[in-house]
């Protein structure tokens, strides 16, 4: 990876300094917008812990190619505006009362208005038994771990149980976990281990997927591909020994293969804050994306505990609307008490069907998805394989 | 005019959409006391389907649904 630029730090004190936490998709987009449309209006910093941004649409992919997973990974300093400051840091707290933000080195900054950017965090440890017994997809040393463990269940050539689920909710890309079951059902397919075994699915909640419109058109599949549908499956416990996960609702279900997405929580150092809430997910109107105690706080992205898909495509709409919003706002358009409710819960996701199709959906918080989406396909499948591109040289710039 | 119940909890999940209400009353009867009625409103349709299928499924007991204007609020015994 090529190592960070640290651009150097406006003192220019007339300005009012915008803040961005975290250099993923909706931080970047903030960054970039700001960046273009506000430099004379505003300082802006981008504060991320890590020196690239990362691509995970790619990820399930990655599980049954042997591809490396270099080209998810940008330096920030490449795909950042240059009017913006990049600070690499990692956040250990935020005074909310005083408006500044410390980093893990033990220097802190200040801001007049905070976009809050930072991320869903893995708690592995809320799932007794998920650190021993569980597989996962959800970032690089989770994919190397369970491309051996898939190897080895192919190499043993006798099939089984797999299992697919998730450990809690909400959680990050809803139709991860669906991708995870179709694609695996086409590979069984071509290593000729599909017959020997028996793909489950677990799920939360009482279908397949939470958009009863769609949940249709993905519950017919599951029932033509042979895959088991379990409902109201509530993650427990996962008893790594006997190799048996348990429900709350007291289903055992016994694997050879068991992969799950991750319990996933607010970052650590927004626990226990007034602007979170008992997840660490911040509180934020759901079409202004601002906090309704702390004005000068937004946040977007999976950070946020909104009612609709943590996903990069919902990030990058909610960026476009906070952008916005903080662009008005320093250039003395609106004031902070009266943003716009520009964002109206729109969400788009490609959905993998198998490892050579795919649906797509798009929906906001009143529409459900288009009918036309539902159609699994060949040319949804080569936009997402492509998308990648669009992503680093387009959404990032807030221009698309 | 429905009774009176000795409510533990009342969850406002009517902000929320599907699977959120449920959500919270999972969360909420998990870490709840046994033989306690928690109670959730939504003004998610389908809410009206999935609680009081799921509170069959996890074994507690449907107290009652009872319908307000624009939401309807569940009370579940927590029974195990």
Redesign the interface.
């Known amino acids: 990876m090529n190592s960070m630029e640290i651009r150097t730090m406006s003192t220019n004190k007339t300005k009012p300094h915008v803040v961005i936490l975290g250099g993923g998709t909706g931080g970047v987009i903030v960054a970039n917008l700001l960046g273009r449309k506000a430099k004379k209006f505003a300082d802006v910093t981008l504060v991320s812990k890590q020196e690239n941004v990362f691509y995970e649409a790619d990820l399930p992919y990655r599980i049954f190619d042997k591809n490396s997973l270099e080209s998810q990974y940008k330096p920030l300093h490449k795909v950042v505006n240059k009017n913006v400051v990049i600070h690499k840091e990692e956040v250990v707290a935020l005074d909310i009362e005083n408006k500044s933000v410390s980093f893990k080195s033990g220097s802190n900054i200040s801001y007049d208005y905070l976009v809050i950017a930072t991320g869903a965090f893995y708690d592995y440890d809320s799932v007794p038994g998920f650190k021993e017994g569980a597989h996962h997809y959800y970032n690089e040393e989770g994919i190397q771990e369970l491309r051996k463990a898939l190897d080895e269940f192919v190499k043993k050539g006798t099939g089984g149980n797999i299992v697919i689920g998730i450990a809690d909710l909400p959680f990050k890309c809803p139709v991860a976990p669906l991708e995870g079951v179709f694609m695996m059902e086409h590979f069984l397919r071509r290593k000729n281990l599909r017959k020997a075994t028996n793909l489950h699915y677990l799920s939360p909640i009482g279908g397949a997927f939470s958009i009863d419109q769609a949940n249709i058109h993905i519950e017919k599949k599951f029932s033509k591909k042979g895959i088991n549908l379990h409902t109201f499956f509530n993650t427990e416990t996962i008893h790594f020994d006997r190799k048996v996960v348990e429900s709350l609702e007291g289903d055992e279900i016994e694997y050879d293969l068991l992969i799950m997405v991750p319990p996933h929580k607010g970052q650590p150092f927004l626990q226990g804050t007034p602007i979170a809430d008992e997840s660490g997910w911040v509180k934020v109107n759901t079409k202004t994306l601002q906090n309704e105690d702390y004005p000068n706080i937004f946040a977007l992205g999976d950070t946020a505990n909104l009612p609709v898909s943590k996903a990069g495509s919902s990030a990058h709409y909610q960026a476009v609307a906070t952008a916005h919003n903080i662009i008005d706002i320093v250039k003395g358009k609106i004031d902070i008490s009266k943003v716009k409710e520009r964002y109206n819960g729109h969400a788009t996701c490609l959905v993998m069907t198998s490892l050579t199709s795919a649906m797509f959906f798009d929906f906001n918080y009143t529409r459900p998805p288009f009918g036309l989406g539902y159609i699994s396909n060949r040319l949804f499948y080569y936009v997402k394989k492509y998308q990648r591109f669009l992503y680093f040289y387009g959404f990032l710039s807030g221009r698309v | 005019m429905s009774q009176d119940y000795i409510v533990e909890t009342v969850i406002d999940a009517r902000?929320?959409?599907?699977?959120?209400p449920?959500?919270e009353l999972?969360k909420t009867i998990?870490r709840g006391e046994l033989g306690k009625i928690y109670e959730v409103w939504s003004k998610d349709a389908?809410s009206i389907?999935?609680i009081p299928?799921?509170v069959e499924?996890?074994?507690h007991q449907m107290v009652d649904i009872i319908k307000e204007n624009g939401h309807t609020r569940f009370l579940v015994k927590k029974m195990?």
């Open positions: 902000n929320s959409f599907c699977p959120g449920l959500m999972i998990k389908g389907r999935d299928k799921w499924k996890a074994q195990r």
